[in-house]
């Protein structure tokens, strides 16, 4: 369980201008990343735009992250898929890569059954034949899974031994997990932009993944309440929210690529998804305030 603590920041797919994946840059984000203090890497998952990428620049960008990150993290691949079969072949792409772990939404286009999503997982787990995380999310692509559901999976399926949980109503949702975790749960990670973290945290979270373009802020934060330090993670907390909120506003990725470029992690912000909200004056005005105090309140200053 120790292997998988803490923050896993999911870094974004740099695109150029003409909308080609910029596997340069995108070395370039990981080594930020692991120099902002992640504890291990997630890719290419919703932050990394993962749906509109083509399977080669799907298995291009995990094989960049990992050999970018060349062992100093784990990188877990995103192996998401509308189909059994196409899981099974992102699954065995991410084990040929040298993948730490995989994790995966149920079918994300047409919802299955639980009898369809546990085939699903079992043909993951055989391909990948590693760590598994299930991704429990909300919609429109998620397919929101009880405890008992997700516990089902992994009791049945070897491999299947972690969650992802990041519903609505995660801290019940990690409670009643972790209360029956011998039925083959090695452990449970948060989502959501930490936006829950202080809640979750207090529940028997090992670790969450936000976006990566507050890397060293999650990864304070973590660490102090992992010192129990809760002043300390109560005020970074407070500047983290306005942040997260921000983030989920301005659609996900346009948002943090536009952070990374304030930080000169990335020069490009293009995105590939149709009508990404736009971070127009007033929002971009906001944002460099929130950086600002959350740059204060880390001592960057």
Avoid at 49 to 56: A, G, K, W
Avoid at 66 to 91: H, K, W
Wanted: glycine letters at 10%; proline letters at 5%; one cysteine or more.
């Amino acid at each position: 369980m120790t292997r998988f603590r803490g923050i896993f920041s999911i870094p974004v797919t740099p695109f150029n201008e003409s909308g080609d994946v910029d596997l340069g840059a995108l070395a370039s984000v990981v080594d930020w990343c692991i120099s902002e203090g992640a504890h291990g890497l997630v890719t290419p998952v919703f932050v990394s735009e993962f749906f509109t990428l083509t399977e080669e620049e799907a298995h291009l960008v995990l094989a960049t992250t990992i050999n970018a990150a060349d062992g100093r993290v784990p990188v877990i691949a995103g192996v998401s898929a509308a189909s059994t079969r196409a899981v099974r072949e992102a699954g065995a792409r991410a084990r040929d890569a040298g993948a730490s772990a995989a994790i995966a939404l149920p079918p994300y286009v047409r919802k299955a059954t639980l009898a369809g999503v546990i085939e699903y997982f079992e043909v993951l787990s055989a391909a990948f034949d590693g760590p598994v995380f299930v991704q429990n999310a909300e919609g429109p692509i998620g397919t929101p899974m009880s405890a008992s559901q997700m516990l089902e999976l992994t009791k049945r399926i070897r491999h299947v031994s972690w969650v992802k949980e990041e519903t609505l109503r995660s801290s019940h949702v990690i409670t009643a997990l972790l209360a029956s975790s011998g039925d083959g749960l090695t452990g449970v990670m948060g989502g959501k932009g930490s936006r829950f973290l202080m809640d979750e945290y207090r529940r028997g979270l090992a670790g969450t993944m936000p976006g990566c373009e507050f890397t060293r802020l999650n990864v304070e934060l973590w660490g102090a309440l992992e010192r129990s330090d809760l002043e300390r993670a109560h005020d970074l907390h407070s500047v983290l929210l306005p942040l997260a909120s921000m983030e989920d506003q301005y659609g996900g990725p346009a948002f943090c690529k536009e952070v990374l470029r304030k930080r000169g992690v990335i020069s490009s912000t293009v995105v590939r998804e149709p009508g990404s909200p736009r971070i127009d004056a007033p929002a971009a005005q906001l944002l460099d305030e929130l950086l600002d105090r959350a740059d204060a309140m880390m001592g960057q200053k």
